[in-house]
């Protein structure tokens, strides 16, 4: 036995040994003084990043590990007080005597601080410890403060603008895009560090096939079994408030698990931890997520903490497990349970701005929204160096259900919608090395069905409906099934700096659409302009072709896609007997460039042809009732849209002063054969049809942004800024009009732990929106978001925390909306728990207004909120 494990480890030490290269050497004086804590950098070239690093010992002397298929190394030996020695060297094993000379500069005082950050090659490794406050408790909380990255109100998380790939935990993807769950409940002291991986390839077999250009991160725990997740209970009033959570977690070797239950009428979402971040991005746009074809009427939310406005009773049973059967073979399932009562409250003016005249809806409206929803995902996957597979899965069962109440000046207007839904998915991926290339193919099969139920009393549209005289009510059935399937199969190979990844496949997708409207009594409105019998088949066979190049020193990667598509689309009625069919072969161009520029910066570009053809929602015959003043159909040709898409953009990072910086310009222009027209009513009701008319529209948009970490001060410093102007056509009462809009945005924070005993937060928004036609602006919108956050700490395990935050805009005369919050935490070290007494909303700010703006119309808007309340929590960190 002792004799198997010998050559065993012979042989790894073999194989070990020949995948690097070592680097040996001894740093010198000219007087050759031997050279304690000299830094040696190995990268590619001069520009590239960091490919490893060390330190010279007692005696000058030091020894890297370098692993890299490049010919030649960039070595450099940097010293304080000595000039920097820079040297090209052949990629082998060799013993080196470098020797610096003295610097004739004038050196500032040096301090030696711990590390916050290393790089090794494209991963940045952030020290937890270094960033995490006093009042951080989950791993959340330290994420925000780190330059570069960006948690947006849902919880996504973005690097450099961009939302990240995958969010590991120890190399893992347990939660499958569900990272809020593991962000909101594990514990920061349970983390070591934060790596964001630059440029990951998620799949093993690609990673020198492929360019990626998005980001992931990748959580590294302290121990190698860490038991962690947090328990909260809470009690408070008025009225009765309470709020439960428990998130045990476990991380091991081989196995992860996340478990949480939550229950609270404290206006916590808990939805948002369940929260599917994830992206598909091979294959065709086909998925089960659920299509609304009716809807009631609602109040727009306010833009900021749900806890000051939803009045909920939401209870949720989330389970999530990996299980690694075997090396790179893991067995994944994540399945949750949300049971959610909420009330609306508020009210609406709506102004539409037409041609010729200006009309007026003012709406109260009081909602009662029932949520039931069942999803989860059962996953197996092998992510190894050399094949690939994947399979996944997924159902999503929902039985929702809303009561609406609307007070007008004329009218009192119920609403009810029931909306039960189901869907499942299958998808299949597999990568497989033969020979000298790789054999792939993927498989996206899906069932999806969809009634609503829409019931409006009084009935509206009585000149339509009812020969212009009142009735009792309007209801509308929606029945919509759909079933398809996209199956490709192709290689990829790899021709020195070149790939080439040819892919040919088909898919095919049936669609039918069920509508009915009945009126009083249960008697059927039999005029087939009311009416919906719709089948619709997509089908398309296509090839597509990626070119990839990759120079030598990794500088250059160029992407060219040439995919060639034939589409067929058929669309019956039968209720109107109708037939439409269109047969187009479509050429999509893709070609984007990203080039390292140097060490700091990079630069990209990309153009690309996209052509867009109708879908259902925009190709049935009959008339259906969206909404209770809302009546659309599109009784038209198959839209085809033209777009035209160029992007470019500017990137600059140092790590080591921990600066980010970007900066990007997109255009977009379109064609399109259909415009749409809207006829707005004197009562606000909407009739929307589409017209056969070719029009045009174009789209700029300008994004700068940048994040600093200043050490000295322990701060952290974000700026955004983004310009868009738009314009586009638009029939309006039967009157073409061209619609222009522009919008600026500034949005900032600040992190700041500015003495031991004081922390401050602030964060602050700035928008203003134009909206107006050829001839002149009908309306622009500011407003405002301030929010300050202030800690003072008498003692180290405690605090008292002040928030005050300020919304306003400059539509309304009453726009502004203040509010402060008072907290006060005690933190017990045995076991350590945190007791939180919270008095939120002191001002008792009892409604937000809000007001946005549209194209053609703007809204103003009013919204109950949650009345001053206080609550006691004790919350456990594990």
Do not use: C
């Amino acid at each position: 036995m002792k004799k198997i494990l010998f050559i065993i480890l012979s042989i790894f030490v073999l194989f070990a040994g020949y995948s690097q290269t070592e680097i040996t050497g001894q740093v010198l004086d000219d007087n050759n003084k031997k050279l304690s804590g000299a830094t040696i950098m190995i990268s590619k070239d001069s520009i590239s990043s960091i490919l490893a690093y060390g330190i010279s010992d007692a005696d000058g002397k030091f020894k890297v590990a370098v692993k890299s298929e490049s010919e030649s190394l960039f070595l450099k030996v940097s010293y304080i007080g000595f000039a920097t020695f820079e040297k090209t060297i052949l990629n082998k094993a060799q013993q080196l005597e470098v020797k610096l000379s003295p610097s004739s500069e004038a050196l500032k005082e040096v301090i030696v601080k711990s590390e916050i950050l290393q790089q090794r090659g494209d991963t940045l490794s952030f020290s937890v410890a270094a960033f995490k406050g006093k009042n951080d408790r989950v791993i959340a909380d330290v994420l925000k403060k780190i330059p570069g990255i960006e948690i947006r109100p849902n919880g996504g998380i973005y690097y450099k603008d961009e939302p990240i790939q995958k969010y590991y935990i120890e190399g893992l993807d347990m939660l499958e895009g569900r990272y809020n769950l593991a962000n909101n409940n594990l514990s920061a002291d349970a983390v070591s560090k934060i790596e964001i991986l630059e440029n990951h390839q998620p799949v093993k077999v690609l990673d020198s096939l492929e360019f990626s250009e998005r980001a992931s991160i990748n959580i590294k725990l302290k121990k190698d079994i860490t038991f962690s997740g947090t328990a909260t209970a809470g009690v408070g009033a008025a009225p009765l408030l309470w709020q439960a959570k428990v998130t045990p977690m476990i991380f091991t070797k081989k196995r992860q698990a996340i478990v949480t239950y939550q229950s609270n009428n404290t206006g916590v979402d808990a939805s948002g931890e369940v929260l599917n971040f994830s992206q598909n991005f091979y294959g065709n746009n086909f998925g089960i997520d659920q299509e609304n074809w009716v809807s009631i009427q609602n109040v727009s939310p306010p833009p900021f903490s749900s806890e000051r406005w939803l009045d909920n009773n939401v209870h949720l049973l989330s389970g999530n497990i990996l299980q690694r059967i075997k090396k790179d073979l893991d067995l994944k399932l994540n399945i949750s349970y949300l049971n959610d009562y909420q009330q609306q409250d508020g009210s609406t003016q709506t102004r539409y701005f037409t041609p010729t005249d200006t009309i007026d809806v003012i709406e109260n409206t009081n909602n009662d929204i029932f949520i039931s929803k069942l999803e989860g995902e059962l996953t197996l996957e092998n992510n190894a160096d050399k094949n690939y597979f994947k399979d996944q899965l997924a159902f999503n069962g929902s039985w929702n259900a809303k009561r609406g109440l609307i007070d007008r000046p004329d009218s009192r207007i119920m609403q009810q919608l029931d909306n039960p839904f189901f869907g499942i998915k299958n998808d299949l991926r597999l990568l497989r090395t033969v020979g000298k290339q790789l054999i792939t193919f993927t498989s996206n099969t899906g069932f999806a069905e969809n009634n609503q139920d829409l019931l409006v009393q009084p009935g509206q549209f009585e000149a339509i409906f009812n020969e212009g005289e009142s009735y009792e009510e309007l209801q509308q059935l929606v029945s919509t099934r759909k079933i398809y399937t996209d199956n490709s199969a192709g290689f990829t190979k790899a021709l020195g700096k070149f790939t080439i990844a040819p892919k040919f496949g088909f898919s095919i997708q049936n669609q039918q659409l069920d509508t009915d409207i009945f009126l009083e009594d249960g008697e059927e409105v039999l005029d087939p302009d009311f009416k919906n019998r719709t089948e619709f088949v997509e089908s398309s066979v296509y090839f597509k072709n990626s070119f990839r190049f990759k120079s030598k020193d990794e500088t250059w990667n160029l992407n060219l896609s040439t995919p060639l598509e034939f589409k067929s689309f058929r669309l019956e009625d039968d209720n109107f007997e109708e037939t439409r069919e269109l047969d187009r072969l479509v050429f999509e161009p893709y070609f984007s460039m990203n080039k390292k520029l140097s060490a700091y910066w990079d630069a990209n570009a990309s153009a690309a042809l996209r052509y867009d053809f109708g879908q259902l929602q925009q190709l049935y015959y009959g008339f259906l009732l969206n909404g209770y003043r809302n009546l659309n159909r599109y009784n038209a040709p198959i839209s085809e849209e033209t777009r035209q898409i160029y992007n470019a953009g500017l990137g600059y990072r140092n790590p080591l002063k921990q600066l980010f910086l970007s900066a990007s310009y997109s255009y977009n222009y379109s064609e399109n054969n259909l415009l749409y027209s809207s006829n707005i009513g004197e009562n606000g009701t909407a009739i929307l049809e589409a017209v056969a008319l070719d029009n045009n529209s174009d789209n700029h948009s300008f994004r700068a942004g940048g994040s600093k970490y200043f050490r000295k001060m322990k701060t952290t410093l974000k700026l955004n800024t983004s310009y868009n102007l738009s314009k586009r056509q638009q029939l309006l009462n039967n009157t073409l009009a061209e619609v222009n809009t522009r919008s600026l945005n500034f949005r900032g924070s600040l992190d700041a732990e500015i003495s031991s005993w004081l922390i401050a937060n602030y964060s602050g928004n700035y928008t203003t929106y134009t909206s107006g036609f050829e001839d002149g602006d009908f309306q622009t919108i500011e407003t405002h978001q301030h929010t300050i956050d202030l800690y003072f700490y008498p003692k180290d395990n405690q605090y008292l925390s002040a928030a005050g935050e300020y919304y306003g805009n400059s539509l309304s005369e009453n726009g502004d909306n203040y509010f402060v919050n008072l907290s006060y935490q005690f933190t017990f070290e045995k076991p350590k728990m945190d007791l939180n007494i919270s008095w939120r909303n002191i001002l008792n700010t009892d409604t937000f207004i809000n007001a946005y703006n549209n194209e053609y119309y703007y809204v103003q808007s009013s919204y109950r909120l949650r009345p001053s309340q206080v609550l006691a929590t004790l919350k456990f960190t594990l």
